[in-house]
């Protein structure tokens, strides 16, 4: 069992649809309005791109080397990252996805990567706490940070968009025992007043890619990392390791985000 790991893979190839969408009321700086038009969340400009602040919490997590999944596409952030803003801190590498298949299928093209490490996976539009970071570093085994309702609610997500995301079940032991994504209001009210939920960060081993592998397309045409985590728990016996968070963590999802995470950042100095 590896102790630590240096290894984080970040899934940067989504096609940003909600942030490519205009909302009514919310007028974007010409830089910002640019980007937010590719799709491209994670170079979002706030003085310099999103994704600096992601790298940068992972290097004072301790985390070394990281591989972005991006699209064939995505020639901005391969160009950025190997040019001008190469991090200091942190050794990256690149991974393509061909085509836009889910998040689990994305982590199958960092195979690579991963060889017979264990990994950290985590999303390119969440800035999340360095401390989060640095427990599934040092957890020792696969498991994953789950943040509490209310922790969230101090943080950019609103009440509403809670139910977005994936709540979790967690059994006596500290183990995940179920994932429900997008739960309906039953789920959430028998989850009680402060429900744990994903935001999709996971420290996990190399034959979970076997369940990236397996796991049935969505109705989106998708092998989603979520689905995959649920098939890994329940049908080929992983043990993921619950630790509980009252943090917030930033979400970069829509034009209406980025107000609220400009706010947040203006206190945090990027060092990648």
Request: a negative charge.
């Amino acid at each position: 069992m590896t102790a630590t790991t240096e290894k984080a893979v970040i899934l940067a190839r989504g096609l940003g649809k909600r942030m490519r969408r205009a909302e009514e009321g919310v007028a974007l700086e010409a830089g910002q309005e640019a980007v937010a038009a590719s799709g491209v969340k994670a170079m979002l400009p706030f003085g310099r791109p999103f994704l600096d602040y992601v790298l940068s919490a992972l290097a004072d997590a301790g985390f070394r080397r990281v591989c972005l999944v991006v699209g064939p596409e995505h020639h901005q952030i391969r160009e950025y990252y190997a040019g001008v803003g190469r991090p200091r801190r942190l050794l990256i590498e690149f991974a393509v996805q061909p085509e836009p298949l889910g998040t689990a299928d994305a982590l199958l093209f960092a195979k690579g990567f991963i060889g017979t490490d264990e990994f950290v996976v985590l999303n390119s539009d969440n800035y999340y706490p360095v401390a989060a970071l640095s427990t599934l570093r040092e957890m020792g085994e696969p498991g994953t940070v789950l943040f509490e309702r209310e922790g969230l609610l101090r943080g950019n997500v609103p009440d509403e968009r809670i139910r977005e995301y994936a709540l979790v079940v967690v059994d006596t032991d500290g183990y995940l025992a179920d994932i429900v994504e997008k739960p309906d209001e039953a789920a959430l009210r028998a989850a009680g007043e402060n429900p744990l939920i994903s935001m999709n960060v996971w420290r996990l081993s190399p034959p979970f890619l076997q369940a990236c592998a397996q796991v049935e397309v969505s109705s989106r045409g998708e092998r989603e990392l979520p689905q995959a985590i649920r098939l890994a728990v329940r049908s080929l016996g992983l043990r993921l390791k619950v630790v509980r968070s009252h943090e917030p963590v930033l979400d970069l999802s829509r034009r209406g985000d980025i107000a609220s995470v400009a706010a947040w950042l203006r206190g945090i100095e990027a060092n990648p």
